[in-house]
């Protein structure tokens, strides 16, 4: 029989490729990474590969440039669990012969595989397929139809943002105009108006609304603006002194925003000069503290906009994965009704799916209700020395597992202001994540000491220290957002992306601060998760 090499980090995914192509009458060699599959390339005879575009470090694409670079003769055909066509077109300019989306029985993929390694196609094979095909094109559209409805709702905010956007311009347009016409009414005019010779900074005129927001009378500018102004918290007169001299000068025609000192709120004022003759400007001064406000606001709702679609589609993906592993795995359970010996296989991937789907939905509500507050607290004072020693014996057996030692350094009995259910959750999650990325017989350190920082004198410091791959500089803080991991240690095989940003949120609840360092300090690899805990709460409960 043919030999296929097939290539996918998710174990569920790879298992049906495996079952589905050995029905079909071809052999199978699995892995897991790229890597894996270039050795097995040079050891078997290998007719066909097929391989996932997602992979942990060398990626499908890159694969195929290297299978066509070494192994010219091979056939390669991609899948994929994103339906998206920029995901297809890398593996198809790279050589593959073609890309699938990842279906309940891979039904395509082993019609073209047969087809690639010259077999025989079965024409009941082959209208399987069409209605496959007519009940993906069913779900696309569906698909496509809400899609379309949420470009429709988009594109409601995108046109009452670029009416607000419009309002905005119109309104500076309308001061521009209110200035040309009224430029010479200085007491009635509702903008700031001064009159300046531009070298000896003497005023020669001002407005009562100048006069206002200035604070003063014929005195000279320079000196005037640079006690009262400050542009984005210029810490000091002389560098305030020199912007205004600078704009003043050589900036002839354009503007400055300044923030007044007016306590307890800044405004921002706009200033414009206008030569008025020779040396003599005629310097325009606009409240635009509402403007600011409201493009700030703006702003900060296109922020909010993008980061929900971004939360939305990680999540989508997170939990497609378990349910198409549920889906899958029970319809091939229903085959196999009369060959029991099957089922608990089947079964078993049903249950792990099941229970990751469930970690996954609870993670999700938890995380909810931190960034939300409304996780209720009780703090007590508590032994975290006693605390970290109680969670280690609870999972014990975790460590055994992979014979891993345990190291704590606390040295004596430290007391700390905590929620002890919530500090419990943290060290499980920060332990359970040492053990899982530590290689077999190594040793994971625990250090517990007072902190000795200046802002942190009254704080405990608590350090969980793996012999684990570590994490690259650049995500060491991306880790700590929901769904996010380090691509040193995505492997598709379980995880949830959530247990460091709840970790995160137990302590901002304890008005705590939370880190990591890759590798530590003194160390070659590894990762380093440093927490402070102040010893003392501002109240014995939080809502």
Not at 274 to 282: A, E, H, I, K, M
Request: with cysteine; hydrophobic share 40%; net charge negative.
């Amino acid at each position: 029989m043919p030999l296929a090499l097939l290539i996918d980090d998710l174990d569920t995914d790879l298992e049906l490729m495996r079952i589905v192509f050995t029905e079909n009458g071809i052999d199978v060699i699995g892995t897991s990474s790229a890597e894996q599959a270039i050795d097995e390339l040079a050891l078997a005879s290998i007719d066909l590969v097929v391989s996932d575009i997602h992979l942990p470090k060398m990626n499908g694409p890159e694969l195929v440039a290297y299978c066509k670079d070494n192994f010219p003769e091979i056939p390669v055909i991609g899948v994929t669990g994103r339906a998206e066509a920029k995901h297809f077109s890398p593996m198809l300019e790279n050589g593959a012969q073609a890309v699938f989306f990842k279906t309940e029985h891979f039904t395509d993929v082993v019609f073209k595989a047969r087809q690639l390694l010259g077999m025989d196609i079965d024409i009941s094979t082959y209208r399987a397929r069409l209605r496959e095909v007519e009940s993906i094109v069913e779900q696309v559209s569906q698909e496509n139809l809400n899609q379309q409805e949420l470009l429709e709702s988009y594109g409601v905010i995108t046109a009452e943002l670029e009416a607000q956007n419009l309002q905005l311009l119109e309104s500076e347009q309308q001061i521009q105009e209110s200035q040309k016409r009224f430029s010479k009414l200085f007491d009635v005019a509702p903008t700031g108006f001064v009159l300046i010779k531009r070298f000896a900074g003497q005023i020669l005129e001002m407005n009562p609304k100048a006069r206002q927001m200035m604070g003063g009378e014929q005195t000279p500018v320079p000196f005037l603006l640079s006690s009262v102004f400050d542009q984005t918290r210029v810490p000091s007169e002389k560098a305030q002194r020199r912007k205004f001299d600078n704009w003043l000068h050589y900036s002839e025609g354009e503007s400055v925003d300044l923030k007044i000192q007016d306590e307890p709120e800044a405004r921002w004022v706009q200033l414009e000069q206008t030569t008025f003759d020779n040396d003599t400007l005629l310097i325009a001064m606009t409240d635009i503290t509402h403007l600011r406000n409201t493009y700030q606001a703006l702003e900060q709702e296109r922020s909010l906009n993008q980061s929900k679609a971004v939360f939305l589609t990680n999540m989508t993906h997170e939990m497609r994965t378990p349910m198409h592993a549920i889906l899958s795995f029970s319809k091939l359970a229903q085959k196999q009704i009369e060959n029991p010996e099957n089922l608990p296989g089947y079964l078993n991937n049903i249950s792990l799916s099941a229970i990751r789907l469930n970690e996954l939905l609870t993670n999700l509500l938890d995380l909810s209700r931190y960034e939300s507050g409304e996780v209720k607290t009780q703090f007590v004072k508590q032994d975290i020395t006693k605390l970290i020693i109680s969670v280690a014996d609870s999972l014990s057996g975790l460590l055994a597992t992979k014979n891993i030692k345990l190291n704590i350094d606390a040295g004596r009995q430290f007391d700390c202001m905590i929620d002890q259910k919530q500090i419990t959750r943290l060290f499980v999650n920060l332990f359970s994540n040492s053990v899982k990325f530590s290689p077999e017989n190594a040793s994971i350190d625990i250090l517990v000491e007072p902190s000795v920082s200046g802002l942190d004198r009254d704080a405990l410091k608590i350090v969980f220290i793996d012999e684990g791959p570590g994490v690259p500089m650049d995500e060491l803080q991306r880790i700590f957002a929901p769904f996010e991991e380090s691509s040193q240690t995505r492997t598709g095989a379980g995880g949830t992306g959530l247990g460091l940003s709840i970790c995160r949120e137990i302590v901002l609840l304890h008005d705590g601060d939370i880190r990591a360092e890759s590798p530590p300090k003194g160390r070659s690899k590894g990762t380093a998760f440093y927490i402070s805990l102040p010893l003392k709460q501002n109240t014995s409960e939080a809502p």
